[in-house]
Nanobody
Framework: VQLVESGGGLVQAGESLRLSCAVSGLIFMSQSMGWFRQAPGKEREFVAAIDWSGDMTDYADSVKGRFTISRDDTTNTVTLQMNSLQPDDTAVYYC?????????????????????WGQGTQVTVLA
């Protein structure tokens, strides 16, 4: 199983980035997908999730209206479009795959750390 994130980088506040996570070794259509992030000295936190069908999503309050999660089952990829980035968005972003999980459960990270994880991609937002 591999989850490979890409698209991170260094941007100015107000700019946008698009993260992608390519999944292999899993039946992608049965996986709900999530994005988490971890800033230096802080615990990992939930960012966004989408269910296996693409019909249900959930977002952390801090990113609602700015970030959009989507999935492409033809390429086994989940994407996080991040707009109006702020310095507080600076973190390593991780992709997570959980079989059949509801986005609300991914948001709660329940069970903690379950599923498969990518290696992370760094996002740095300058003020």
């Amino acid at each position: 199983v591999q989850l490979v994130e890409s698209g991170g980088g260094l941007v100015q506040a107000g700019e946008s980035l698009r993260l992608s996570c390519a999944v292999s070794g899993l039946i992608f259509m049965s996986q709900s997908m999530g994005w988490f992030r971890q800033a230096p000295g802080k615990e990992r936190e939930f960012v966004a999730a989408i269910d296996w069908s693409g019909d249900m999503t959930d977002y952390a309050d801090s990113v609602k209206g700015r970030f959009t999660i989507s999935r492409d089952d033809t390429t086994n990829t989940v994407t996080l479009q991040m707009n109006s980035l702020q310095p507080d968005d600076t973190a390593v972003y991780y992709c997570n795959a959980r079989h059949g999980a509801l986005p609300t459960m991914i948001a709660l990270d329940s069970p903690p750390g379950s599923g498969y994880w990518g290696q992370g991609t760094q996002v740095t937002v300058l003020a």
